[in-house]
């Protein structure tokens, strides 16, 4: 292996490969090479001698990431590597840097990580009266922008404001109590501590002297000042991205942090891509069509490289059974073709619609992989296993202690653990201790005698567990189901099959996790699943199926994308934002390599009522179908007409030009003057 792996890239894509010392940005369309390019850089360094373990690569999905391995990992001469180079989430780093750092907050690093599910129940637990869901994503939102309790505290003004500042306190104090961290505090936390030592960030940044970020698009600010603090020392960094394919602006991202790059630091090379190599000139010239009704866009040239291909496929049908028929009927011709079900993939805006395809593709016998969305490990029966693990490594986890202690049923009601808890917070003793610790008469005298034998039995079981493991983690397993006849427990339960099926893939899957990493422990793997928000892992050969969230950064030779109809894709109202629509839609069409067939129906069956529905407009922006009357009827504006706007009224229009197939207006509302594309108004 030598450096001739730059052969298989561009003049502009070398440049940027070869690039060492400096910030670079690299901003350009999908399917460009930005991802290529980063690799190969990762490459380029190992193979002029720059130490591995100094190098550091983050982006944001665990799928992701694990391509660009792959990708990468394949260029580099295996002699050259030590350490291996780290490529991994955003989050996963957090949790790393945490494991090593945690201790700057004065807390332990045997945290444990929680996930929304859990987020939910602390939540309700503290306040029943307000909705979770808000409180879930308010204190979401708070974390990221990096605002402490005493911030949310003190700029609260109603009565509303109050009441969430409170429960983000109390849930705050709640973690600590139980040395638990949620997504967010993976990132937050380490950005905490790096703010407050100085010292420790000019380390770490002389630890990882190469940084590179894909998809930085989608950064919020706590990860801009994160990355700031990463690598204060040298401004190595490198960035890829593109504004089109931003569509994480509801969970805080910010385009600035791309837009504005060349400020945020100095003597920026800037390096531009514009030929796209993955789709058919057919595709690329849609997704384009599409995307040039953004108004709020930097406008880049992207000009395809492949062949015409075929059209676009455009599936009518009558509902949600129909769809999956085709979509049946067309996988499995391809796969009768010969075709890989990897180069396969299905993609949806709106998650619950995966439910019709799910049932379509098993009643079919086509193996398939749910790609984020539900996720395996929040399913009950798995995370009660998981709970299990948990406190067997950790018995200072009172959450996990709660979840299971009833588990199969031994008659411990909430009664008797509200008053361990009780008993737990006054002396600063886990659960889990003060019952091994506590003599039979004092417990008796705090849950009864028929409670404290029952916890007593536990809790041993449980120690003699914690020693199996220190000798063996595989007879630990066969143990575990011995000691608790968990997986038994499932025997008469409706759908008890499916979740035995469950609990058996996951068993098998972490036997396989000790097989291959036999100096890993059970804390390793706990650690590592928390951060899996996908089940891919567990089957082999099998077309995805996943959001178009998920989907971000992937190619597929074939390309399915359903529910093309106003209000599932696009979504409306509700805080939808149609540009940032329009940029999933962008970034759908643009995961395609060869064929993508797009599909919209008459009805859904959706949150319990069956709804009449319209096809999605993208069809007719991206130039798929006629322009529908409406973009027709608008296509002959001219200056001085006079135009209504459902929400800013009467205005007439003094300026108008061409924006893909229909016409950029300003427009004159009794004195303010806005831009609006012609889609939004109709003529008086
Ligand atoms: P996205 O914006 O979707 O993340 P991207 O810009 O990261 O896309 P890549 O995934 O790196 O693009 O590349 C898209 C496809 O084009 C890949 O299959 C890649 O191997 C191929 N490709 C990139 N550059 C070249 C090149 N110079 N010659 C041939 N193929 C290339
Ligand atoms: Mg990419």
Redesign the pocket.
Known sequence: MSENFLS???ES?QKASQHIDGPLLIL??????????I?TRLAYLISIGIDPASILTLTFTNKAAAEMRE?AFKLINPNLINTPPLLCTFHKFGLLFLKMHMHELNRKNNFIIIDTDDKKRIIKNIDKDLTTALVVNEISKFKNNIFSVEDIKDAAQSKLDKQIADVYEKYEIYLLKNNLVDFDDLLLLPYLILKQNDELSKVISQKYLYIMV??YQDTNELQYKLLQKLCCSHNNLCV?G?DD?SIYGWRGATIKNILNFTEHYENVVVVK?E????STDTILDHANQLIEHNRDRLGKSLRG?RFKGDSVKLYESHDENEETRKLVNDIRKLLIAGESASDIAILFRVNALSRSLEEGFNKAGIPYKLIGGMKFYERAEIKDLIAYFRIITNPNDNFSFKRIVNKPKRGIGKTTLDKLEAKSIETKIPIFNLIESYEDDELITIVGKKNTKTLKTFVESISKLRDVMEDSKIVFLDAFEDTFDYRSSYDSVPDGEDRKANIDEFSGYIRDYFKQNPHLNLEDFLNEISLESEQDKMFNESISMMSIHAS????YKHLFCIGLEEGFFPIIGDGSNIEEERRLGY?AF??A?DNLTLSFVHSRFYKGKRTSLTKSRFLSESGLIKGSLKIERTSAFRNGDVVVHKIFGMGRVEKSSRAGKEYKLTINFGGSKRDILSSFVEKK
């Open positions: 298989t890239l561009n894509q350009a369309g999908a399917g460009s090479g930005k991802t290529k390019t690799t990708r894909d998809e890829v593109d394919q891509l030929e796209n190599y993955r490289t971000k950064g992937l190619e970034v643009t995961r390599m």
